[in-house]
């Protein structure tokens, strides 16, 4: 009866590790991809802005500084064919630098993707630049292109190594917690039923001896309290 019930109670903690380290790991993700977001849209309205103040020329320096932020391992810019047929072809680095960068210019939809290994935990981000004709500023007021079209785009890769590290910290934490708890519970039934067992035990052995003969055994009491008495 001990074992069941000690199977029970880790079969329960073991259902409320495994949520919370998926959980954990879940908002982790999260706000890195929140973060990724947040440096995208950054990026964007830091390039509108040297647009708009003719400093394009500066761009390069912002750009680096943007990518020498924590945990940002990589950062370029995507020009689009058309932004390159009316401004040229840009930074040596303004170019596509894989499929994922022709699919978003393509498709104009962010891609997230996590990458993952024993050494190393990664987060590539890529989010279109799309032009926008009700905004402040117009964007067609700089650019020969349609409502709607991409633009560019931005790339990003993360470490995100922090975010890994911290969910197993604090899935062990919860692991330890859960042991703890769980042998505590375990000894405090056992414990209780210590008893109870002993006195079925007593019972069954006096019966066993009045089967074969013997009727001066006597049922042995444990315990202190009053039920197992009465």
Known sequence: LSLIILGTIFISFALLLVISVFSIRHFGMKNAEEKAEIIAELVQNGLTAHMM?????QREFFLKKIA????VESLWVVRSPSVVQQFGQ?????????AIDEKVLKEGITYQEVSESSKSAKLRVTAPYVAKEHTVPNCMSCHTAKEGEVLGVVSMVFNIEDVRFNGI???M?????SVIIMLSVFLIINRSMKPIIGLFGSIEFVMHKAQNGDYQRRVRLFGTSKEYHD
């Open 53 to 57: 103040s003719n400093t394009m020329d």
């Open 68 to 71: 020498s932020s924590k945990n």
């Open 90 to 98: 840009g930074l040596h680095n303004e170019t596509a630098k894989d």
């Open 169 to 171: 910290v604090s899935s």
């Open 173 to 177: 934490i919860i692991f330890g917690f």
